[in-house]
């Protein structure tokens, strides 16, 4: 709620410019609080959007909502990001493995629309069971790899806050 009323009082003072292009020093002890409180909250991301989103919010770009929209989204981007880099270091998925750098003509028994078809993921949200059977070398564990790391970053998504889906 603090935000939400910084923000409206931000609004109130209509931002207005000095004559030496500063902000009124009341506005920079409102944004000097917003800085304090986004340190205090270990929201870095948003402490260094917040001087281009107060650009936007002052040449009447955004509104004072989505002002505090866009300071999450960054920090949320900022955190979603590092969530996955640490869950894919943690699961041990290195180096790297996707099914575009799969070579299927090593293993041309594998049915490449059966993989292109669990790269979908829909056996997922079905809740079934895949596996992997062959000999070793075959590239088992490159396209189970390949598959977790499409699982941990959704397309078109995977650093996009809840509340915009």
Do not use: C, N
């Amino acid at each position: 709620m603090l935000v939400v009323e910084t923000i409206a009082k931000m609004r109130r003072l209509s931002l207005v410019q000095g004559t030496s292009g500063g902000r009124e020093p009341a506005m920079t002890e409102v944004l000097d609080r917003i800085r304090g409180a986004l340190v205090g909250l270990k929201m870095p991301r948003a402490l260094e959007a917040l001087d281009h989103t107060m650009q936007q919010l002052e040449k009447g770009e955004i509104t004072g909502i989505e002002a505090i929209d866009a300071l999450l989204a960054e920090e949320y981007a900022t955190r979603e990001t590092r969530r996955i880099d640490v869950a894919l270091l943690t699961a041990k998925l290195l180096p790297a493995k996707t099914l575009e750098s799969f070579d299927f003509s090593f293993q041309p028994s594998l049915d490449r629309e059966r993989i292109a078809a669990l790269a979908q993921l829909d056996f997922i949200r079905r809740a079934e069971v895949v596996h992997f059977l062959g000999p070793p070398g075959t590239g088992k564990s490159h396209l189970a790899t390949a598959l977790a790391s499409r699982r941990s970053k959704p397309a078109g998504r995977s650093t996009e806050p809840p509340w915009r889906i």
